[in-house]
């Protein structure tokens, strides 16, 4: 039997890096318990009002966020605030699928494309791999707007 999984980055501004990978990926935020989000409106705003109404303090307000598969296919991507920098590179990191069924220049064309797209969200590039078959397909190494490492292949 497989297992769901949840994805956690450790983060500074948990909100704000959470809005980054909702929008790289297409993701949405997903509302407080037991609160109706009205369409149109953000789930980011009702978790503001929701956390105020229970308490929580205006500076524990950024300490965690989440981001949900609209469709419910991918898994949940989980925010944790940590005082500590990223130093190292990760061990681990994500392979955003931005170019499926694209071969050659025209993928690499795509993925030029989706590029370009996260680097105005706040993403860095960092370096562009060439196609090399029939090992690699060609790919982009990126960061996102804390450092952590990712691909778009």
């Known amino acids: 039997m497989s ?3 949840q994805i956690t980055f450790d983060a500074h501004d948990p909100r704000a890096l959470s809005t980054f990978w909702r929008d790289a990926l297409g993701y949405v935020h997903p509302g407080p318990p037991g609160v109706e989000v009205p369409a149109g409106t953000d789930p980011l705003d ?3 009002e929701f956390l105020a109404g229970i308490g929580v303090p205006p500076e524990q307000r950024n300490t965690n966020s989440a981001i949900e598969d609209p469709d419910g296919h991918g898994p949940r991507v989980f ?3 940590v005082p500590e920098d990223k130093v190292a590179k990760n061990r681990v990191h994500l392979d955003v699928r931005a170019a ?3 071969a050659g220049e025209e993928r690499m064309a795509a993925l030029e494309t989706e590029c370009a797209r996260l680097v105005a ?3 860095n590039r960092i370096r562009r791999f ?3 078959p029939p090992m690699s397909a ?3 190494v990126m960061a996102d ?4 490492e990712f691909c778009l292949d």
């Open 3 to 5: 297992r769901d999984i």
């Open 145 to 148: 707007p804390e450092g952590n």
């Open 100 to 102: 499926p069924g694209l």
């Open 46 to 48: 009702a978790w503001d």
């Open 130 to 132: 060439e196609p090399s």
């Open 138 to 140: 060609g790919f982009i």
């Open 79 to 81: 925010f944790q605030q």
């Open 121 to 123: 969200l706040g993403a």
